[in-house]
């Protein structure tokens, strides 16, 4: 097992170095400069000249990597070129937690529903509430978050004004955002939970449990869900995974101080140092989910660590 762990934690810290020289060449190749967006319609040489080598921009490609890789080493993401003088460990610091407890908020909301929901569809197959749970899961996967978002605010927020139509600090405002954000994680944990049921059920273990005269809810409870427990655990990573990038439209949308909308935000006025500290801070997190996933999988089937 700790071989296994180690062996995954070595690969996830490669692809995490891979994604940085990404991330930093996908930043630098995109199109604007950020010393004519701080100056605007000025015009002057001399000054440009000066922010830049402040900046460091004057330096080569290469100089300017080691550089961002080890001050981001030491936990310095250098200053926003957009907001001079403030730090973007800082800001990062102050959007981070927003976006984390909304991408939380509606994977435990996938989760709570769409596990019960595809325990049901799987134990009805070929009923009613079957059929109504494909349904459901089929248009989940189909819509995409900022549609969900649009209609959620013309119907609920203008239309009944039951809830805000942006905002952040309440309850009340986790709502529309969440509801948005939680249609296809729900979906996908509902698709994968009713199929590693299906695959299970079938099981001799299965039927021998049913011929002992236990319960259908023991049954399932005991044999079926801890071997479909793994196609689980692999899509709720995933949703988690989805919320955050889902994040990037809904808190634009909805006007939440996430961390998506100050990467937007960061796009637009070419501030490198933020979108360099958000990409690779989402690369930490995507990798960190998987390498979760993996020691999850090798805990709950064995079988998977001795291959």
């Known amino acids: 097992m700790i071989r296994f ?3 995954r934690c070595a690969v996830t810290l490669l ?53 961002f890789v080890g001050q981001a080493l030491r936990g310095d993401l250098g200053q926003s070129y957009a907001s001079p003088g403030r730090a973007i460990s800082g800001m990062v610091g102050q959007a981070l937690p927003v976006t984390a ?25 070929g009923t009613g509430p079957d059929v109504l749970a494909r349904l459901v899961a089929l248009g989940g996967m189909s819509v995409p978050s900022f549609v969900v978002a649009v209609v959620l605010i013309q119907w609920l927020a203008l239309g009944w004004h039951v809830v805000p139509v942006s905002g952040w ?27 590693g049921v299906l695959r299970v059920l079938p099981e001799d273990y299965v039927r021998t449990a049913r011929s002992k005269g236990l319960s259908a809810a023991r049954v399932l409870a005991r044999h079926v869900l801890p071997s479909a427990a793994i196609s689980v655990i692999t899509v709720a990573g995933l949703a988690f995974s989805y919320a955050l990038t889902g994040a990037f439209v809904v808190e634009t949308i909805f006007r939440i101080p996430g961390l998506g909308q100050a990467a937007v935000g960061a796009l637009f006025l070419r501030d490198y140092p933020m979108i360099q500290a958000v990409g690779l801070l989402y690369a930490a997190i995507f990798l960190g989910m998987g390498l979760i996933a993996d020691v999850g999988y090798a805990l709950v089937d064995p079988r998977v660590r001795y291959r």
């Open 169 to 195: 600090g309440d309850a009340q405002h986790y709502l529309l955002p969440v509801a948005a954000l939680v249609v296809q994680p729900l979906a996908y944990i509902t698709r994968v939970t009713r199929a």
């Open 15 to 67: 692809l995490l170095a891979a994604t940085s020289v990404l991330v930093f060449v996908v930043g630098r190749l995109a199109p604007g400069d950020p010393v004519q967006l701080l100056l605007g319609d000025l015009r002057d040489p001399v000054l440009e000249g000066r922010i830049r080598r402040e900046l460091g921009l004057d330096r080569p490609l290469w100089e300017q990597y080691v550089r």
């Open 101 to 125: 407890r909304l991408a939380a908020v509606t994977v435990g909301v996938a989760i709570l529903v769409g596990v019960p929901l595809g325990i049901l569809s799987a134990a009805g197959r």
């Open 5 to 7: 762990v180690v062996h």
